[in-house]
């Protein structure tokens, strides 16, 4: 993981990195020692930074301030960071904004995503109050699973046109100027970033000092937080959103060269497949494993020198190196670590993780959501007669087996809740009896993929969403009249009590989003089945997109697709465009919504929009201009 960092700094022209290591020192040290980037003529210079008594992140930087390691503005990141981001351009900005405002001392690096998106989990979710002029911080809360955040009625007192961010992940990359770590040496209390941001804007008025952020919107960026995010950032790596970070770049080299086949399946050059196994998609095999006949493999790494059984089911696993699965065994969704032995017939539940050394089975069921250890946990406080009381073995997991139960020490009341925030994935409570949430700061028009999950309301419009979407597939494969399906939408608008404005938001959207979700997303192939899609649907649109008031609708939710999907964004002019050649919208309406955008995103995400629409615009004004002359 430590190298898909460096390979980003590396390949954003980062000339010197210092890699600040608490625990594992060692074993780190030696990674770097034995790593590309200690050879000679290497691009980057990488210095392992030893400090075995530092427990956060604030004493790191107490301790690098002590170093006297930092004379320029510089980049912290975690280790943990996968992303393929341009750093040069994000320094640039920074030295700009120095130049205007010599009191910002930190730029916060943050992602466009929403809330529900994959990527995230409850550790990311954050509420931001910024200047959409300046991009100057004015509130900083992490939220969790907090469903009522409050904001001081103070921060928009000061400025009147703040926007509320809750679509923002934190990317745990800053650049910081070198003042940041002296204000860390000067503030024991500041243990992490968060305590350092609250700090810095509580003492503003007194220290004189800001943060401003910077938003990434097309590149990627995550980190490998969880077992959750470890599941997410691989599948991104493994379909290739990483780029130039791929899988075979990564994990392949000179001596053990990685092939790329269809459907995303990566095999190195000496792995062994039986005829009967089949691959379906998103697979890496690493150099000497094997697969047996009658095996079916998907969404899984295998690393090296794994031995799979003939008519295994592995699906959504991660095996690392010298992994056994013997015969008949499937595993689903599962970390099994290395040298884990699975004896046969062995069924593994989803959000399992087996460490090092564990042996299970044959001829059992393992639970969901356990984590099984090779030797049993000990407590330091217990005395030698209670260790020497210790079973070898647990045979609730096999006669064969060698495995304990692992629990961490986390404090809730709530075992299910317990579970979802140890594996990462609890992006929302999950008491379906939630109460109303009438405060929520988000908006009403997100899609599945950004929906927050504060509210039964927005529960409801993710689901009514999917359901249209469902509708309309099947509409497609029944040939359903357009009568019927009217009748359909309008009778899941009054089941899930949806307004009718979002009625307009979900219907266009939907219309639009069907064929790119059953196609290949890819140049005018794409537009071209848009359009014929939204042709098909025209009496469904013009039924529901009449008025001004539904037309802007139409549009907001087109920008709102846009902003979260760069194919969208490509070809939204030729949407827009196709609607007004099939009079869904109005040229007095399309002038009426350029010229005045919404509140519902910051002057950045307007200006995107409006430039891939400008040319549509400027033919509209002329067209307009030679109707008035010829009247």
């Known amino acids: 993981m430590l190298d898909y960092t460096l390979e980003f700094l590396a390949s954003s022209g980062v000339q010197e990195v210092f890699v600040f290591c608490c625990h594992l020192a060692d074993q780190i040290r030696t990674h770097i020692s034995n790593s590309r980037w200690s050879e000679n003529g290497s691009s980057m210079v990488v210095k392992p930074v030893l400090a075995e008594g530092c427990l956060s992140v604030g004493d790191a930087l107490r301790e690098i301030d002590a170093k006297s390691l930092i004379k320029n503005d510089f980049f912290l990141v975690s280790g943990d960071v996968i992303a393929n981001l341009n750093l040069k351009a994000i320094m640039e900005e920074h030295k700009k904004r120095r130049e205007k405002t010599k009191s910002s001392v930190m730029t916060m690096l943050f992602k466009k995503v929403m809330p529900a998106h994959r990527t995230r989990c409850a550790d990311d979710n954050i509420l931001l109050a910024v200047d959409p002029t300046t991009q100057r911080v004015y509130h900083y809360q992490k939220t969790g699973l907090d469903k009522n955040p409050k904001i001081p009625v103070e921060v928009f ?50 220290l004189g000092n800001t943060i401003h952020i910077s938003v990434v919107r097309e590149e990627y960026c995550a980190r490998v937080t969880n077992p959750y995010m470890y599941d997410a950032v691989s599948r991104d790596v493994i379909q290739r959103w990483v780029c130039p970070l791929t899988a075979e770049s990564m994990i392949g080299d000179r001596k053990d060269p990685i092939s790329v086949r269809r459907h995303n ?126 079973p070898e073995t647990t045979p609730e997991y096999g006669v064969k087996s060698r495995a304990f139960r692992f629990q961490a020490e986390v404090e809730s009341d709530d075992e299910g809740e317990q579970v979802g925030c140890e594996w990462g994935e609890a992006l929302v409570p999950r008491d379906e009896e939630s109460e109303d949430d009438a405060d929520s700061l988000a908006d009403s028009d997100m899609d599945e993929n950004s929906l927050p999950s504060e509210s039964p309301e927005h529960d409801d419009l993710g689901t009514f969403y999917l359901e249209v979407l469902d509708t309309l597939k099947r509409a497609q494969e029944e040939a359903v009249s357009t009568e019927n399906l009217v009748l359909e939408i309008n009778s899941l608008k009054h089941a899930y009590n949806i307004d009718i404005s979002d009625v307009h938001h979900v219907v266009i959207k939907s219309v639009v989003d069907l064929p790119l979700r059953e196609s290949e997303r890819q140049g005018p192939a794409a537009i071209q089945s848009v359009c014929k899609h939204i042709d098909h649907h025209l009496s469904l649109i013009r039924n529901y997109i009449k008025s001004a008031d539904a037309q802007i609708d139409c549009l907001n939710s087109l920008e709102e697709f846009a902003l979260n999907d760069s194919l969208v964004l490509q070809f939204l002019m030729k949407v827009v465009h196709h609607l007004y050649d099939t009079d869904i919208l109005d040229e007095s309406v399309i002038l009426s919504w350029f010229q005045s955008p919404s509140r519902m995103h910051d002057l950045k995400d307007h200006s995107r929009v409006r430039e891939q629409l400008k040319e549509f615009i400027r033919w509209l004004k002329e067209a307009e201009e030679e109707s008035s002359e010829e009247d």
């Open 157 to 206: 007192d000061e400025n009147p046109d703040i926007i509320i961010h809750q679509d923002l992940m934190d990317c745990q990359l800053c650049v910081c100027t070198p003042a940041v770590p002296p204000l860390f040496t000067d503030n024991f209390d500041y243990s992490s970033l968060d305590d350092f941001v609250r700090g810095i804007l509580i003492n503003e008025e007194i």
């Open 265 to 390: 399946i990566y095999l190195s050059k000496d792995v062994m497949l039986a005829r009967g196994c089949i691959l379906e998609e998103n697979i890496v095999i690493s150099s000497g494993s094997s697969v047996q006949n009658g095996t079916r493999i998907s969404n899984c790494v295998i690393g090296k020198n794994c031995k799979i059984g003939a008519n295994v089911t592995l699906d959504s696993c991660y095996l690392w190196d010298g992994v056994v699965i013997e015969d008949s065994c499937v595993i689903n969704g599962a970390i099994v670590c290395n040298n884990v032995t699975v004896y046969s017939n062995t069924r593994i539940q989803p959000r399992t993780i087996l460490s090092t050394n564990v042996k299970v089975g044959p001829d059992v069921v393992l639970p969901a959501d356990i984590r099984l250890q090779a030797h049993p946990s000990v407590d330091e406080f217990d005395n030698d007669d209670k260790r020497q009381e210790v």
